[in-house]
């Protein structure tokens, strides 16, 4: 059961142009989520996050949405880059899930930037 | 961000030995440590959550006797995989996060190769 998913596992698009990555959740105790970039054989790096007390929230070219009704949320990239490339991680937590406040992840979605 | 340094970055080991990977927070003190491995082209598999000075909380299916994980300062924890098998080879990463805070940092992941 893939509490949280990325149903597209590729994406290309041209540089400078924006480009939106989208992650639905099934589980509304999620109240925190997450995106992050991986490269081959690295670990990820952490890019932005959404609380669900929030609908948007934005840090440089990136910006996250949260729709919560529509159990949905999506990363905004503008202008996008060729170093954007990569894979794109959405994770899901529980804030008040005491010890237990592991992430569950999406599968990704590998973003090619055309020069 | 927060630093969270994981070594070795490879490691290559016979059949039958035992490998300790080791991840350590630089700048922080991690109370909650996350183990995760990654197959090829497949997303973050979380294997178990530690809290400093108790034990870990392991993934259904993720053997524990295998996959030993000690947490016990706030700044390390070791994962040692136990009598590895070629099916154990895999990436592997850590994470963590400091009390309350929302954001895991990663380390840069160990590459396990048994042969």
């Known amino acids: 059961d893939q509490q949280v998913k990325q149903n597209s596992p590729s994406l290309s698009v041209q540089e400078g142009r924006i480009s939106i990555l989208n992650c639905d959740y099934t589980n509304s105790m999620f109240d925190y989520f997450l995106w992050y970039k991986k490269y081959p054989a690295e670990g990820p790096t952490f890019l932005i996050s959404i609380s669900s007390i929030k609908d948007k929230n934005e840090d440089g070219r990136f910006t996250v949405f949260l729709n919560k009704s529509a159990k949905h949320l999506s990363l905004h990239i503008v202008p996008s880059q060729p170093g954007d490339s990569a894979v794109y991680f959405c994770a899901a937590g529980r804030l008040n899930a005491g010890n237990n406040r592991k992430l569950i992840w999406g599968l990704g979605t590998s973003l090619a930037v055309n020069p | 961000g927060a630093v969270v340094s994981q070594h070795p970055s490879w490691v290559i080991c016979k059949s039958g030995t035992s490998v300790k990977i080791e991840c350590r927070s630089l700048?922080?003190?991690?109370?909650?440590m996350f183990w995760y491995r990654q197959f090829p082209k497949q997303s973050l598999m979380l294997m178990a959550t530690?809290?400093?000075?108790?034990?870990?909380?392991?993934e259904q299916g993720v053997e524990k006797d295998k996959f030993l994980i000690n947490h016990a300062s706030l700044t390390l924890s070791t994962l040692t995989v136990t009598s590895a098998h070629p099916e154990d080879s895999s990436f592997y990463i850590c994470s963590a996060i400091q009390g309350a805070d929302t954001e895991a940092f990663f380390g840069q992941g160990t590459r396990l190769t048994v042969v």
């Open positions: 530690s809290n400093e000075g108790s034990k870990a909380t392991y």
């Open positions: 700048d922080f003190q991690a109370t909650t």
